[in-house]
């Protein structure tokens, strides 16, 4: 029924402010008095009336065509916290500018609103606005409306759009219950390891720690990548510690270690202490990654409860 209610939306809404109500009252007096008196004057200042809403429409309807909206994340995006929207809207296609133009998202628990004055024919304009998600996961498109209330303020025209929107919403991070100095005593599902082999010779190079050396510093890798990189050597095995959400028990206690996972990330992260992610029989990242942290709040934003189908018994 949805696509089928879509197909057959109206391609414009009007509603009519109190300004526009008390005009057209207004509007209403003239005629019937023009009618009953015969009088010139007022049937000219019915016409002026009427040529005043016929040209808000006209105007009001240029300055909504041919305008798109599109919206990212200026921030990382975790439920129920406060993170930033860049909204941008464009007139790159039109001749006529953009004017008084009003977006309403609704992207979170509340609408976001965004307001552009004025936009150039041709440009376009980016505004960052908060936003607070409720829940994690992956948001595709953003419901929003676009109006406007140009140029006399007496009708306000808007038409419904969906925006897309590849936006990944984190789990909402729960903090440690013990001192950060036990963090893998503090976590039921992390224990430390160590990963890299034991040798004499260099095996390759990974991004750097505070602990690490300055003479350990590869340059060509660094300039190569533009983050610092060490050589990582066989003799070395850096301790790591390991997270495992375990998918079992119902999807309230899913979601609860999945917060909790996000939180080890957080703080492991903050002391750049490397770390393994995995989420039931999955490995999501690596200790020796440098990109385990997007990596890790990639998985743990798209992970979906499916425990194990108990067997039947025969």
Known sequence: MRPVARRFRLPRHLRIPFAGRAFLLVTLGVGVAAVNTGNNLLYLALSLNLSLILLSGVLSEGTLRHVTLTARLASEAFAGEKSFLAVTCSTKTKLFPGISLVASLRAGDHPVTVR??????????????????????????????????FPFSLFEKSVVIDIPAAILVYPRPSPSPAPCGDLSVAMSSGHPFRFGRVGAFPRGVREHLPADPVRD??????????????????????????????????????EARLSEACGAVVELERRSVPFRLRIGDRICAEAHDPDRRSKAFEALAKARFDPAAPETPT
Request: net charge negative; charged share 25%.
């Open 217 to 254: 510093i590869h340059w060509k890798a660094t300039a190569r990548t533009g983050r610092w990189m060490v050589k990582e050597r066989e003799g070395e095995a850096a301790p790591a510690i390991d997270l495992l959400v375990e998918e079992s028990a119902t999807p309230e206690a899913f």
């Open 116 to 149: 552009f004055p004025d936009i150039a024919p041709g440009t376009s304009v980016t505004r960052v606005v908060p936003f607070r998600p409720s829940l994690r996961g992956e948001l595709d498109s953003i419901h929003a409306s676009l109006s406007t209330r």
